[in-house]
């Protein structure tokens, strides 16, 4: 049998995709992780203005790129439209996507089957959670975070004034 050995990930591109509004030490853990298998990782921030996110995409790109400022195979970019084109137009080979629990797998799967429907050279990895982000999401960070709750735990500690200053601003609190 031919076994695949560890060269053959050689120029391997993955794309990280979210929303990432904002990111957290879920996400970080994920891109970390995946930045150890792939040998270029590029975390691609969804812009769709229809999400109606809490940090514009320049926020977003500008906080994530701090926080992996120090991953040397990691590069930060924003995207509009669909992931099937937007892998397709960086030669890319894999999706890396997180799952927290049960929940998130129906969505996951049927996300991963459109995909490679419409791009056949995409494949997708699921990284399965650390268990102490199980729990975690940004609308987690927002809801403690509007309320002046302390999100230290959450957030990268290189934006997390940032964003808790943000999230005590009044139009957040719903
Ligand atoms: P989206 O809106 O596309 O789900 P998110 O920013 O919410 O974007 O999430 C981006 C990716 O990070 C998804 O694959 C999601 O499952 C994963 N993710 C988010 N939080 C966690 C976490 N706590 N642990 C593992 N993966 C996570």
Do not use: W
């Not at 049998?1 to 030490?25: H, Q, Y």
């Not at 994920?30 to 298998?37: E, H, N, S």
């Not at 002046?148 to 004034?161: K, Q």
Request: hydrophobic share 40%; charged share 25%; proline share 4%.
């Amino acid at each position: 049998m031919n076994v695949p050995n560890r060269e053959s990930n050689n120029g391997k591109l993955a794309i990280c995709p979210g929303s990432f509004d904002p990111i957290t030490l879920g996400h970080l853990d994920i891109i970390r992780r995946a930045a150890l298998m792939f040998d270029r990782v590029i975390v691609a921030v969804l812009v769709n203005p229809g999400k109606n996110p809490s940090f514009t995409a320049e926020e977003r790109i500008d906080m994530i790129r701090r926080v992996v400022e120090g991953i040397s195979n990691v590069e930060v970019e924003c995207f509009d439209g669909l992931l099937a084109d937007y892998t397709r137009q960086k030669n890319a080979q894999v999706i890396v996507r997180g799952l927290r629990a049960v929940t998130d797998f129906e969505y996951e799967f049927q996300m991963a089957l459109a995909n490679r429907k419409m791009n056949e050279n995409i494949d997708t990895v699921f990284l399965t959670t650390s268990a102490e982000y199980m729990y975690l999401s940004s609308s987690m960070v927002k809801s403690i975070g509007c309320f002046g709750g302390d999100i230290a735990d959450f957030v990268p500690t290189c934006i997390c004034r940032e964003i808790a200053e943000r999230l005590c601003l009044p139009q957040y609190r719903k």
